[in-house]
């Protein structure tokens, strides 16, 4: 592991947020494109940005924020194996998968661009104030309205990831300036975690309360309430396909905004666990070891604080924690992407879900990127590989969903 500065530079040549939750280091989003507010304020921050030829999308959180990885893994441990980021284990073998019913692509090609358009940026804003064992909690999202267009525009909420146990609303600030430049109001939202005392009950409540807040509040950031679809990766992909999965399932439905639908109507899901007791079904034995240790932080994300259990075991509630047993009629189009190098969340997992969509009659589309590993790791030692995920290719596939669920 290089030190911090070393990371920093690197960062800011490949024009993409990398590094452990450790490195605090703060890079402005300084090209010209969309200005971000620092953190902490009491009331939403406004800045805009005038129309620009195309240049590298931003990189990093908004300054005064710490950075944190783009994407960062969901696989839960205090053990390693073959290695490990931030003490979550790393597999040292994937066994191939198969690949008959997705799209296998080699995305090697440029990276994205921003600054076609306009965009104007809210940060900061309080959607949802939930208690979790009797603490409350504000939970904040930051939204990305583009000008370049007059009138409503379809929404799409990010979901970042975090390893059930944070969830940094400021992450990947590049990937999803890119879609806001395509002409989507594009809200990061904060939700609660283990670290809260939270469940995954307590999650998806969250993500289904900023889906109504930001539909009663339509009119005040151009959104077109018809039209909203949830993108998640890692943790946040397993979130984006629950909210999905769940149409019309009222359980979840709870808080503020009640008369508003949380219905979506895409799901775009990048390398997201689903079933969690296979969550290392690909991996070798030590790999599965570490991931289905009794009480570690996958477990407590469905069994709560404290719990003894282990997520190995396919219990009742391990089965109501799978997107797969949600699936119904209204269950919303999906597409899935996974990375065939991918040692943090078994590539079979996109691929299960996948599969239960499309026998329950569901439109689901499945990517699997050629060499690729858990989204932007590069703090691993392989920048080339976090670059995948981030190029025009790559990004291409999720917007042609969304422009053809949402458009």
């Known amino acids: 592991m290089r030190g911090q500065n070393a990371v920093a530079q690197r960062k800011a040549r490949t024009g993409r947020w990398r590094g452990r939750a450790a490195v605090a280091a703060t890079i402005a989003a300084g090209l010209g494109l969309v200005a971000c507010s620092s953190g902490g304020n009491s009331s939403p921050s406004v800045s805009s940005s005038a129309g620009a030829k195309t240049a590298a999308c931003p990189a990093g959180a908004a300054p005064g924020r710490a950075g944190l990885p783009s994407e960062m893994p969901t696989g839960m441990s205090a053990g390693a194996a073959g290695g490990a980021a931030g003490g979550i284990p790393m597999a040292k073998t994937i066994e191939k998968t198969d690949t008959s ?107 289904k309360s900023a889906i109504r807040y930001l539909r009663a509040n339509a009119d005040k950031y151009a959104i077109d309430a018809g039209k909203v679809a949830v993108w998640g990766q890692s943790a946040g992909g397993y979130l984006a396909a629950m909210t999905g999965v769940t149409n019309g399932e009222k359980s979840f439905d709870v808080g503020d905004n009640l008369d508003r639908s949380s219905d979506v109507q895409g799901v775009v ?51 109501a924690a799978n997107p797969s047993t949600h699936i119904s009629s209204k269950t919303a189009p999906f597409v899935l992407l996974h990375g065939s190098a991918d040692n943090l969340v078994s590539p079979s997992q996109t691929l299960d879900l996948h599969t239960a969509l499309r026998a329950k009659g569901i439109k689901s589309t499945r990517y699997v990127l050629t060499g690729a590993g858990h989204g932007d790791l590069s703090f691993t030692g392989d920048a080339s590989a976090a670059d995948l995920w981030s190029t025009q290719e790559t990004m291409g596939h999720i917007v042609d969903f969304l422009r053809q669920h949402l458009k």
């Open 269 to 319: 899901d990048e390398f997201g666990p689903a079933d969690l007791s296979r969550l290392a079904a690909d991996y070798d034995t030590a790999a599965q070891k570490a991931n289905y240790a009794a009480g570690n932080g996958a477990a407590q994300w469905v069994y709560g604080p404290g719990t003894k259990k282990s997520i190995a075991d396919y219990t009742s509630e391990i089965a």
């Open 101 to 207: 019913t997705s799209i296998v692509i080699n995305p090697t090609g440029a990276q994205i661009q921003c600054a076609a358009s306009g965009i104007t940026t809210r940060n900061d804003i309080t959607y949802s104030s939930p208690t979790t064992d009797g603490r409350k909690s504000d939970l904040k999202l930051d939204i990305q309205v583009p000008t370049s267009t007059s009138g409503k525009k379809p929404l799409v909420i990010y979901i970042t990831g975090g390893g059930f146990s944070m969830a940094d609303r400021t992450a990947n600030l590049n990937q999803r300036t890119y879609v806001a430049d395509q002409g989507y109001v594009v809200a990061s939202i904060q939700y609660r975690t283990t670290k809260d005392g939270a469940t995954y009950k307590d999650g998806v409540a969250d993500v």
